[in-house]
């Protein structure tokens, strides 16, 4: 007896007809399983790509060696001689003059092209991520702006110190840069997320104190970035950029408690500069708002991942009586966060992360050891102010 035949006695449709149904069966449980892995290789191919290239970029950030030989240089002319054969030497050939101002400005410009050649690189679904990253420099633009208005530097002056990069048209960071005072500049930020610095005019006026501006522009920045991450379903590379932002946030608040403390402001003039969100519980903020002295923060802190980082830095807090050491030490703590996200989460944002925390890790110190060397100051002074991954 056939298939055929025996299928019909028993009253079953045909052979042909349930091989059919079984393929067919088998090719769509096949697709339901198939489909998410395929799409899946093709994202990691499309990660790969991208996070290959800016490993490149990673590769080519300034090792701690050479920059120890660049902080013993005697001239500005030899740092300019050092950064030849790195990825700044096309900046610092339009330099008219050896200065820290025109090495800054040769920085910024190669720092806005690094974030414009990482954005170009990511895949199209972690733009909006690296978009939160990018506000940052529309922040440290307005400030630049702010303290060229209050310093009455002329527009021109003060345009050749901006990043051209973030978030914001570079012809409004251009109108701002135009303003001939706070209030204009405040005015002129009005359609922008700033638009709330305005509330902090009538205290700025009081006090004629540029911090209270910064803090406020910081707490902006922060809390809004923060709520448009908290707000979005997690995936993995959305809750890779919200560690880092709460470590971003937690450093922030950390850094402005510490100088608070040490300058003795109470707990009643400072609580409403602090950034919501972050990783730290608000209980522990609360309780950091009642103690007085920079030693008593310390001390707070013990049981969390910033203790053994500000912890190390107490020694020489102790000898100097600055909390640049301790400064130092958080933001050496988040890059080193950075740094480890990239690692752990390779196929998806977390190169670009690292990347970016680094370079302006790099950024920093090389500035910092143009102006020390131009203002003077000792390899020894001048390795003080250095930021070191993890420090």
């Not at 096309?90 to 092209?113: K, Q, V, W």
């Not at 708002?289 to 013990?302: F, G, I, Q, R």
């Not at 690292?354 to 910092?368: A, C, D, F, P």
Request: proline share 5%; no cysteine.
């Amino acid at each position: 007896m056939t298939l055929e035949e025996l299928a019909a006695s028993l009253g079953l449709p045909s052979f042909v007809l349930l091989f059919a149904i079984a393929l067919a069966l088998a090719l769509v449980v096949g697709l339901i399983i198939l489909v998410p892995i395929l799409l899946r290789v093709i994202e990691i191919a499309n990660y790969a790509y991208s996070n290959s290239r800016i490993q490149v970029m990673s590769s080519r950030i300034i090792p701690e060696e050479k920059l120890r030989e660049m902080i013993e240089a005697s001239s500005l002319a030899e740092v300019v001689a050092a950064l030849e054969p790195t990825d700044y030497s096309p900046y610092l050939h339009d330099m008219m003059e050896e200065r820290s101002e025109a090495i800054e400005r040769a920085l910024n410009r190669h720092t806005a092209d690094s974030y414009r050649e990482v954005a170009t690189m990511v895949p199209m679904n972690l733009k909006p991520i690296l978009s939160v990253l990018l506000r940052k420099w529309d922040v440290y633009n307005i400030k630049l702006i702010f303290r060229g208005v209050y310093a009455e530097r002329s527009p021109d002056e003060i345009r050749a110190d901006l990043v051209p990069v973030g978030e914001l048209a570079p012809s409004k960071i251009s109108e701002l840069a135009e303003a001939r005072s706070l209030e204009e500049l405040v005015s002129n930020l009005d359609g922008t997320p700033y638009t709330r610095l305005a509330e902090s005019l009538q205290l700025f006026d009081q006090t004629r104190n540029l911090t209270v501006l910064e803090a406020r522009l910081d707490n902006i920045l922060y809390e809004d970035a923060w709520k448009d991450v908290t707000s979005k379903p997690i995936d993995e590379n959305l809750l890779a950029l919200k560690n880092y932002l709460a470590t971003n946030i937690d450093v922030v608040n950390l850094k402005f408690l510490f100088r608070a403390k040490k300058d003795g402001l109470t707990s009643g003039s400072i609580e409403g500069y602090l950034v919501q969100g972050g990783g730290l519980p608000e209980s522990l903020f609360k309780s950091i708002l009642e103690v007085d002295t920079v030693d008593n923060v310390v001390a707070a802190l013990e049981g969390t991942k910033y203790y053994q980082p500000v912890l190390g830095a107490v020694p020489e807090y102790e000898s100097t009586g600055s909390v640049l050491p301790i400064e130092l030490a958080l933001d050496g703590f988040l890059v080193l966060v950075g740094k480890n996200i990239s690692i752990t989460q390779p196929f998806g944002i977390g190169p670009a992360i690292g990347y970016l925390s680094m370079k302006e890790m790099e950024i920093r110190n090389v500035r910092t050891l143009a102006r020390g060397i131009e203002a003077g100051l000792s390899a020894d002074e001048i390795r003080n102010l250095i930021m070191k991954v993890g420090s």
